[in-house]
């Protein structure tokens, strides 16, 4: 296990959601389930306890914590895309799989994760700054999931 790791709190879902991103994002896996080795208050003996995985390269563990506290929008995940495919790609298996879309390119995991799907494109346009980065801003804002094109033409003013 990594140094620094992010901790993750699910109701009893760790294992499904590690599996879940294994199988969405490139560089992600499950690497360890750990089983409890005694009954804990929100679940018995031989449940999933916690579940070491990797999203995108980053270290978690998730931990099966029983419903006292809940995902917010305070920590979410940002994946950079490449294009509008791969945009569209990581919002809609999120979205499709239970979740729920925000505003500005965020969307929630059917366990209440919170995700960034930010396209390279929107980026270099805030780090443009000026007019550019303002009209691309604005574009943003009317936005659920990013529109690469409409981010590109707002650029271009």
Known sequence: MAKNTICLWYDKDAEEAANFYAGV????????????PGDYPSGKKGDVLTVE???????CLGLNGGSYFHHS???SFQIETEDQEETDRYW?????????????GWCKDKWGLSWQITPRA???AMAAGGEEASR???????MGKIDVAAIEAARRG
């Open 25 to 36: 994002f490139p560089d992600s896996r499950v690497t360890a389930v750990h089983r409890a």
């Open 53 to 59: 995985f990797t999203v995108a390269g980053i270290p």
């Open 73 to 75: 929008e305070a920590f």
């Open 92 to 104: 809609n298996a999120i979205v499709g799989n239970g979740g729920q879309e925000s505003e500005c």
């Open 122 to 124: 929107l980026t270099e």
């Open 136 to 142: 691309a801003f604005a574009a943003m804002m009317t």
